[in-house]
Structure formats: C-alpha cells, structure tokens
C-alpha cells in the first residue's frame, strides 16, 4: 500500500500494533472531546490564497531557539516509543537527525537518555521533564540531559495527576515485563502510586533555573493568562498544548488556544504549538496565526509502528512536502 499521507499511516498502525498500545496512543480524556475538536478546530481555519507571488523558490526552514530545522515541524514529546517498534526512542532520535529537526524527549522513554544521545549523535534534542515527587530524581535528569548534550528542557505543566483514559483503565494498561521506564530505574516503583508532584507552582521554575543552564519551555499552556505567567517567571519558550486531549477534557482545541497565547506574548518569547496536526496545510495555518514550530505526537508514532526509523522519516517527509505545496499555493 503506498504510504500518501499521514492518515495511511494510522489506518497501518491500528491494524498492526496489538490492541492495548493502539489504545494507550489513541486514548484520550473522558468522551475524547478536546482530542478530537484539536483536528477539527484546523478544519474551521480556510485560508485566503494570493496570487502571482514568484513561488519558485521558497525556503521552509526556520529557527528554533538559535537552532536551525529544515522545516518547521518537531517531535513532541511521547512517552513509551519500544510499544510502536522494538529500538523505541532510539529510532525517533535517528528519524529526527535525518531530517534535520528537532526531537523532545520523554521522561517516560524506554530507551535512556544516554541511549537516544548515542544513537543519533549532533541531533537537535530538548528533553521533557515531569517534576516527581522524588525531587532528587528530577533533579538529577535535568542534569543528565545537559551534560548529554540535549540543548531545551521543557517542563510539561499540565499533568498534576493523570487524565482519565478509559480503554486504558478497561485494558489494565501497563508496560509489558520485558519494557522499562529506563530514566526513572531506580528512582521509584512507577504506577503503584502516582511519582507525580501535585504541589508544583510557577516557584518551581526557579527552582529548575537554578539547576540548569539549558532554556526552559513551558509545554501545557492555553490561556493568556498562563502565557504572562510563564514569561513573567523567565521562561525562553511555550508549547500551547493540551497533552493531545488526554487531559481536561472539555477544554480548547490547542490552534484555537494559540490565537490568545501569540497575542498576549507580543513576541516576548517563541511560541509553539502541538495537537491535531495531520497535514501540511495544518502547519502553515499553526505559522500564520503565531506558531514559529509545530510538534506533532500520535503521528510520530504511526510513522514509528510502520517501519520504525525509515516510517518516520516517511511521515516527515509527506509533512514537508505538504506544508511546501501549501506555502507555495497559498502565495
């Protein structure tokens, strides 16, 4: 079957990948409302096309925090990659160098930090960090990364505890035996109760600042007034994103949200935004209304399931090619 765009890839990894890992992918909140309204909000968004522009050369690479990317589309950060395919994060981190982006790194990899360096050396990598209760194990990640040479660290916000998944609770979903999460080994038994903090505050991000010389990003923001929150406490970046829908659920489409996050920021710091993006015209749409980068999760994964490395790169490349064509059409 040839592989034409990013809805290919779904349809070939809810068929192959077993029953349980397709559900924790898919899963989100409650009824899956805000999961699926963040791919129907971009349908709403049309664009107004000008004409006889000169589109015979454009150039779609950007900058992210001082970095360049070919083109502006990361990877998010998701956790538990081994699920989609057996090198797990190593291969993610491979895809991402070969096309010349940049990848987030989950704390719940299951592939180590030392690992995904490894594999893909002089990739662009920001790692994501979930502050635990166990503060010395937070702490001690942070410190990894940065000696590993992961250039971001992006705190994800909005996890006090964790989002009612229901195929996930009717599953009894878990990580097979011969899978771990590698990062936190040690640091505490994971699932039996929850490593998450409930008590982080925006004083936290002094606390992170004060261990870390890396840029921070702020990822799970969706309100102007968290954005003046997250710039006022000295943060370089924020994702505008509602954890793919499996969260809140009931909350804004993530490109709706986006249009209040670029407005109250003013430019002060870069915005990115991820959720629902599924073709190249959603990328163009996420730049015109203030995004500098897109990052997209569940289709990482598919490209993932398909043909590990090499299926990744696929779904990257059809991206690109998509938000080319758009740019160009669009004038």
Excluded at 5 to 21: G, N, R, T
Excluded at 82 to 102: F, H, I, V, Y
Excluded at 125 to 140: E, G, K
Excluded at 271 to 294: E, F, H, P, Q, T
């Amino acid at each position: 079957m040839a592989m034409v765009c990013l809805s290919d890839f779904e349809a070939y990894a809810k068929k192959y990948l077993p029953k349980i890992a397709w559900d924790y992918f898919a899963a989100g909140a409650d009824d899956c409302t805000t999961r699926d309204e963040n791919i129907l909000a971009y349908k709403r968004i049309r664009f107004r096309p000008r004409m006889l522009r000169d589109v015979s050369m454009m150039d779609i690479s950007t900058k992210i925090l001082g970095s360049e990317i070919s083109f502006p589309v990361g990877i998010a950060p998701t956790g538990f990659h081994q699920l989609a395919w057996p090198d797990g994060e190593k291969s993610t981190a491979r895809a991402a160098r070969a096309m010349n982006t940049c990848y987030i790194a989950s704390t719940y990899s299951t592939c180590t930090l030392e690992e995904i360096s490894t594999a893909a050396p002089g990739g662009l990598r920001w790692f994501q960090l979930y502050i635990h209760r166990n503060r010395a194990a937070s702490q001690q990640l942070v410190q990894r990364a940065e000696a590993l040479g992961f250039q971001g660290l992006v705190l994800t916000v909005d996890v006090p505890y964790t989002g009612k998944r229901r195929d996930d609770v009717r599953n009894g979903f878990r990580l097979p035996p011969h899978m771990k999460v590698k990062n936190l080994e040690g640091a505490f038994e994971v699932c039996k109760m929850s490593p998450l903090d409930p008590s982080v505050t925006w004083n936290d991000i002094y606390w992170l600042r004060s261990l870390t010389r890396l840029p921070i990003i702020i990822k799970g923001i969706l309100t102007r007034e968290d954005a003046e929150l997250a710039v006022r406490h000295g943060v370089q970046g924020i994702i505008v994103s509602n954890h793919g829908g499996r969260q809140l659920d009931e909350g804004p489409a993530t490109i709706d949200a986006l249009v209040e996050v670029v407005e109250a920021i003013r430019g002060r710091v870069e915005v990115y935004v991820d959720g629902g993006i599924r073709k190249g015209s959603d990328v163009l749409k996420a730049l015109a209304l203030g995004a500098k980068c897109v990052f997209i999760g569940r289709p990482a994964l598919w490209g993932l399931a398909y043909k590990g490395e090499e299926g990744l790169q696929d779904v990257l490349r059809i991206l690109q090619d998509e938000f080319r064509l758009s740019m160009a059409l669009a004038g």
